[in-house]
């Protein structure tokens, strides 16, 4: 899914940005406010007769159900990936949270991958997994997996990662902090 145009991907360009959209997951925050609309539906007109206990747990099971599901799909809509000359940062979302800011001295080298899909992570999101590492995945497709100098790694889905991955290595190799590869 891709809309977002890149930066000049040149090692002296001084901002490299790029992003992955994943616009299925506005049908997630459909259904978390489709939720949200039956809690206060119930709310306002039941016509329930078991008694006030029973509607509170649903008006409130309703309504809370539908925060998660929509917050929880808004926050991971699209990623952005800003690489500036000293780190590179990740922002989720509309409000950009999660966010995560590593800077290029921690990083140790950079590689491009072909396919990264939110089943291999456990799904959509900011992801962790003890054999991999951490993942932002907002979509299947293309990738960086970026290798930290303290051994674990760093995986995000962005369009032109090609692109990326040449800009870290060339700015890794300026300032004499990756690794050869």
Known sequence: MRDHPQADDSPHTDVWTGRATNRVQWLLALVGAACMALGIELAVDSAWTSGVAPLAMSVVGCIAAGLLVLFG?????????????????????????????????????????????????GGWGYRWRPEMGTAVVVRRGEGIVLRLW?????TITVDNAESAVRVIRARLRTTGRGSAR
């Open 73 to 121: 799909t808004l926050a991971f809509v699209h990623v952005d990936l800003k690489l500036d000359k000293e780190s590179v940062e990740i922002r989720c979302g509309h409000m950009g949270l999660p966010r995560r800011r590593i800077p290029l001295s921690h990083v140790a080298g950079a590689d491009f991958t072909a396919l990264v899909t939110p089943r291999h992570w």
């Open 150 to 154: 303290d051994g674990h790694t760093f």
